[in-house]
Nanobody
Framework: QVQLQESGPGLVKPSQSLSLICSVSDGSITTNYYYWQWIRQPPGKGLEWMGTITYSGITYYSPSLKNRTSISRDTSKNHITLELSSVTPEDTAVYYC?????????????WGKGTLVTVSS
């Protein structure tokens, strides 16, 4: 069974950059049909899709975050990286990585447990 685990700093200062890693086990990030997402949920708010990197390395970003977001991958380590620049307290959220499968109509079939990132001085 595929497992996803997010990791990174729990506290980031305003104007700095946030970097998170999603480590994937028991499944390759380069396997066809799978799309790897970053999604976040601010306190008391709904889920927000941030971006996707496909099995072939193509990236897609939310228009509202595109200028500050970068998603990349390390195939040798089988992990996905999220970088978010110029953070503000509004970027405080639980950050999740998840897998979407085209074999399941692009439904999300696996999620990480999420990691809380607080932006504060």
């Amino acid at each position: 069974q595929v497992q996803l685990q997010e990791s990174g700093p729990g506290l980031v200062k305003p104007s700095q950059s946030l970097s998170l890693i999603c480590s994937v086990s028991d499944g390759s990030i380069t396997t066809n049909y799978y799309y790897w997402q970053w999604i976040r949920q601010p306190p008391g708010k709904g889920l927000e899709w941030m971006g996707t990197i496909t099995y072939s390395g193509i990236t897609y970003y939310s228009p509202s975050l595109k200028n500050r977001t970068s998603i990349s991958r390390d195939t040798s380590k089988n992990h996905i990286t999220l970088e978010l620049s110029s953070v503000t307290p509004e970027d405080t959220a639980v950050y999740y990585c998840a897998r979407r499968s085209s074999l399941l109509g692009y439904a999300m079939d696996y999620w990480g447990k999420g990691t809380l990132v607080t932006v504060s001085s």
